[in-house]
T-cell receptor
Framework: KQEVTQIPAALSVPEGENLVLNCSFT??????LQWFRQDPGKGLTSLLL?????REQTSGRLNASLDKSSGRSTLYIAASQPGDSATYLC??????????FGEGTQLTVNP | GAGVSQTPSNKVTEKGKYVELRCDPI?????LYWYRQSLGQGPEFLIY????????DSGLPNDRFFAVRPEGSVSTLKIQRTERGDSAVYLC????????????FGEGSWLTVV
């Protein structure tokens, strides 16, 4: 059974700092990995999708990497802003149709 | 529509009652998913539709839960004899063809069973 772990559970940083969020998964036979953002009381917003054959994806100040063999992904956020404050969720698709999610990292960026 | 739309946004119901939650996916998306999220947890998979058929319903917790998508667009999640443990956010999502594509989530239906 696939298990996804996200570290840290919570992170508080000053504005402008570069930061890294970590995601690990137990079954390396994945089809893809997706990073989401969730604001309080809201649904999930897709940030980046990495297929199993890819090593990284970039969108603006966000960069996600994937090391399938070691079961790890990182989400790098450059020059963080208060508007980046949210919960960040990592999800992997192992087989079939389901995504398995981690419990998320709650990020606070202080002005 | 522009995004995945879910109604109602909030629902409070009494234990034992029947509840229906509706999802309107992004226009043209053939794949539709239901997930459930409890406080402080990541979403958990319930069911996946490809077109009108439930291609994978292995995440439904028990036979009180049922979902339909009769015309391949709007879907309804139905919960019978609700229990307090059913309280959660029910999230609907859609993707263009299948799970290999980016999945887009709605804002969820917050269900509270009292």
């Amino acid at each position: 059974k696939q298990e996804v772990t996200q570290i840290p559970a919570a992170l508080s940083v000053p504005e402008g700092e570069n930061l890294v969020l970590n995601c690990s998964f137990t079954d390396s036979a994945i089809y893809n990995l997706q990073w989401f953002r969730q604001d309080p009381g809201k649904g999930l917003t897709s940030l980046l999708l990495i297929q199993s054959s890819q090593r990284e994806q970039t969108s603006g100040r966000l960069n996600a990497s994937l090391d399938k063999s070691s079961g790890r992904s990182t989400l790098y956020i450059a020059a963080s802003q208060p508007g980046d404050s949210a919960t960040y969720l990592c999800a992997v698709r192992t087989s079939g149709s389901r995504l398995t999610f981690g419990e998320g990292t709650q990020l606070t960026v202080n002005p | 529509g522009a995004g995945v739309s879910q109604t109602p946004s909030n629902k409070v119901t009494e234990k034992g009652k029947y509840v229906e939650l509706r999802c309107d996916p992004i226009s043209g998306h053939t794949a539709l998913y239901w997930y459930r999220q409890s406080l402080g947890q990541g979403p958990e998979f319930l069911i996946y539709f490809q077109g009108t058929g439930a291609a994978d319903d292995s995440g439904l917790p028990n036979d009180r839960f049922f979902a339909v998508r009769p015309e391949g667009s709007v879907s309804t999640l139905k919960i019978q004899r609700t229990e307090r443990g059913d309280s959660a956010v029910y999230l609907c999502a859609s993707s263009l063809r299948g799970p290999g594509n980016t999945i887009y989530f709605g804002e969820g239906s917050w269900l509270t069973v009292v």
